[in-house]
Nanobody
């Protein structure tokens, strides 16, 4: 079992920035990649970015966020961060962390953290 907890969501003004955190605990030895997704109000959950756990792989970004989003690891804290710059109203969403593991159930989702961009 892997426990996944996101944090860092907040109400921010347009143009601001945030750093979201995804902390993994439990049986972390089987984690190989961590993804960030987001779900807008009334919308579907969409992929944002991913990276290898503990820097074991190359970061990847969805085209619409390239240049504004950075995904990174803090190996000592078993944490993957998602930094978002120049926040826009369309970034308003619940941001979820999805941890991928080698064995069933093959992935674990966190409960999400709310990001609201509004003046």
């Amino acid at each position: 079992q892997v426990q996944v907890v996101e944090s860092g969501g907040a109400l921010v003004q347009p143009g601001g920035s945030l750093r979201l955190s995804c902390v993994a605990s439990g049986n972390i030895s089987g984690i190989y990649r961590v993804e960030w997704h987001r779900q807008t109000p009334g919308g579907q959950r969409e992929y944002v970015a991913s990276t290898g756990f503990k820097n074991s792989g190359v970061p990847h970004y969805e085209d619409s966020v390239k240049g504004r989003v950075t995904i990174s690891n803090d190996n000592a804290k078993n944490t993957v961060y998602l930094q978002i710059l120049n926040l826009k109203s369309e970034d308003t969403a619940i941001y979820y962390c999805n941890v991928l593991v080698f064995q069933a159930p093959y992935h674990y989702w966190g409960q999400g953290t709310q990001v609201t961009v509004s003046s």
